[in-house]
């Protein structure tokens, strides 16, 4: 058993689903707050069908540790998954189409589903037991909870609202207003949608003059150099659609440097821009430039794409911040009523990737340098944890039913045990 679970008999399946990996941590609810007991990983295989049983097999060996330690799994699941959801009339929720294409064996396979419907039928709960946000909310959910366990930070975030912004692989947000003792969640979080345009980075890369350029309705990115005898272009076409995540995402950023580095190829073959990397550009190799910190062509071609995210990190801050956060045209609008409820906006929580690696400290470098003139601006930075997913999820189980379930005995679910 965990140290400091104590007497604690009842263990809460928590799971971040994400595009990649299936994440499930068994939470001990203790006097100290949730703690994981039990971790486990599988790769995150495409369609329902094949999540729901690489789900049922991890949580049956989880069970199986819980039961080798005297301990049982709740018949509860709290899930973060990728994906839009939307709410009837009724009340009815479902994935917003092309939202979740990571997780699909066949487009459109999760337009308009209910996952939580799903998973409670494949997994034999009952539905009302299964919780299910977008993995974003639910991470964004964890980290403000972070900050309010901090008394310097709480009393920054405390009666206002907030931002996170958790650049990784792709682009997770999170939009909440945090009362005494309440998180309250608004808009969608798909900040990934956003348009950020103008955006636009101008550098001269070892006598090479270099641009990188949005198009106005999101759907391009322009690449440009030139020489006195020569230019090479490229337009990058923007996969999905969302800009923010084009210029914020490892993905995105990569992409865009492996454009640069592609027209440079075409006028000057001999001096790579980004030089000879195992595995081609990647966003590992784009940080080792930039905490080199060198002054040859490679290093100033990082640090190019590192300005490129910090203007649009400072972008996406600017529009929020004005309440003029609009999405490419592909995406639902958010109300006016919630853009208008983040004017003004002035704290911003920094998380993922973007805090923890050297191309993304060298971003919020770049947007603090940018954003100096706000009358009031908190970054607060958060290095991410691998459970941070998970454990957000498990904040959507309602303490009631934590309470009532533990009053119960604790008693092993069967599906978990077969």
């Given at each position: 058993m965990?140290?400091?679970?104590?007497s604690?008999?009842l263990?809460w399946?928590?799971?971040?689903?994400?595009?990649?990996?299936?994440?499930?941590l068994?939470?001990?609810?203790?006097?100290?707050?949730?703690?994981?007991?039990?971790r486990?990983d599988?790769?995150t295989?495409k369609?329902?069908?094949?999540?729901?049983?690489?789900?049922g097999?991890?949580?049956?060996?989880?069970a199986?540790?819980?039961?080798?330690?005297?301990?049982?799994?709740a018949?509860?699941?709290?899930?973060?998954?990728?994906?839009?959801?939307?709410?009837?009339?009724n009340?009815?929720?479902?994935?917003?189409?092309?939202s979740?294409?990571?997780?699909?064996?066949?487009?459109?396979?999760?337009?308009?589903?209910?996952?939580?419907?799903?998973?409670?039928?494949?997994?034999?709960?009952?539905?009302d037991r299964?919780f299910?946000?977008?993995?974003?909310v639910?991470?964004?959910?964890q980290l403000?909870?972070?900050?309010?366990d901090?008394?310097?930070?709480a009393?920054i975030?405390?009666e206002?609202?907030?931002?996170c912004i958790?650049?990784?692989t792709?682009?997770?947000?999170?939009?909440?207003e945090?009362?005494?003792d309440?998180?309250?969640?608004?808009t969608?979080?798909?900040i990934?949608?956003?348009?950020?345009?103008?955006?636009?980075?101008?550098?001269?890369?070892?006598?090479?003059?270099?641009?990188?350029?949005?198009?106005?309705?999101?759907?391009?990115?322009?690449?440009?150099?030139?020489?006195?005898?020569a230019?090479?272009?490229?337009e990058i076409?923007?996969?999905?659609?969302?800009?923010?995540?084009?210029?914020?995402?490892g993905?995105?950023?990569?992409?865009?440097?492996?454009?640069?580095?592609?027209?440079?190829?075409e006028l000057?073959?001999e001096?790579?821009?980004?030089g000879?990397?195992?595995?081609g550009?990647?966003?590992?190799?784009?940080?080792?430039?930039?905490?080199?910190?060198?002054?040859?062509?490679?290093?100033?071609?990082?640090?190019?794409i590192?300005?490129?995210?910090?203007?649009?990190?400072?972008?996406?801050?600017?529009l929020?911040?004005?309440?003029?956060?609009?999405?490419?045209?592909?995406?639902?609008?958010?109300?006016a009523?919630?853009?208008e409820?983040?004017?003004?906006?002035t704290?911003?929580?920094l998380?993922?990737?973007?805090?923890?690696?050297?191309?993304?400290?060298?971003?919020?470098?770049?947007?603090?340098?940018?954003?100096?003139?706000?009358r009031?601006?908190?970054l607060?930075?958060?290095?991410?944890?691998?459970?941070?997913?998970?454990?957000?999820?498990?904040s959507?189980?309602p303490?009631?039913?934590?309470?009532?379930?533990?009053?119960?005995?604790?008693?092993?679910?069967?599906?978990?045990?077969?």
């Open positions: 965990a140290d400091g679970v104590g604690t008999k263990l399946p928590a799971v971040d689903l994400g595009g990649t990996s299936i994440r499930l068994a939470v001990a609810d203790t006097d100290a707050g949730p703690a994981a007991v039990i486990a599988v790769p295989p369609g329902i069908p094949a999540i729901v049983e690489a789900l097999d991890l949580l049956g060996k989880a199986s540790e819980a039961a080798s330690r005297g301990m049982s799994m018949p509860v699941l709290a899930i973060g998954s990728p994906g839009r959801i939307v709410t009837s009339s009340g009815e929720r479902a994935i917003a189409p092309r979740a294409a990571n997780l699909e064996a066949f487009t459109g396979e999760l337009d308009g589903v209910d996952l939580a419907d799903e998973l409670a039928v494949g997994l034999g709960l009952e539905k299964v299910w946000e977008n993995d974003a639910v991470q964004g959910r403000i909870g972070g900050l309010l901090d008394p310097v930070k009393e975030i405390r206002q609202v907030v931002v958790n650049p990784g792709g682009l997770g947000g999170c939009l909440a945090v009362g005494p309440r998180i309250e969640v608004f969608d979080g798909h990934s949608e956003l348009l950020l345009h103008p955006v636009e980075v101008k550098r001269d890369l070892g006598g090479i003059p270099t641009a990188v350029r949005s198009s106005a309705d999101g759907a391009v990115i322009g690449i440009e150099l030139w020489t006195d005898r230019v090479a272009t490229r076409a923007s996969p999905e659609l969302k800009q923010a995540e084009d210029f914020l995402s993905r995105g950023l990569t992409r865009i440097a492996v454009g640069v580095e592609d027209c440079r190829a000057d073959a001096r790579s821009c980004f000879p990397a195992a595995g550009v990647e966003g590992r190799r784009i940080s080792e430039l930039i905490e080199g910190g060198g002054s040859d062509i490679p290093s100033q071609a990082a640090r190019f590192g300005d490129l995210g910090g203007v649009a990190l400072a972008r996406l801050m600017t929020l911040h004005e309440g003029r956060a609009f999405k490419t045209a592909s995406f639902p609008d958010w109300s009523e919630d853009r409820r983040l004017r003004g906006v704290r911003f929580i998380g993922g990737g973007v805090s923890s690696t050297p191309l993304g400290r060298y971003m919020i470098a770049v947007a603090r340098a940018r954003l100096a003139g706000w009031e601006l908190h607060l930075e958060c290095e991410t944890s691998a459970d941070a997913g998970a454990l957000g999820a498990f959507l189980i303490e009631a039913m934590r309470r009532a379930l533990e009053a119960n005995g604790g008693r092993p679910h069967q599906p978990w045990t077969k």
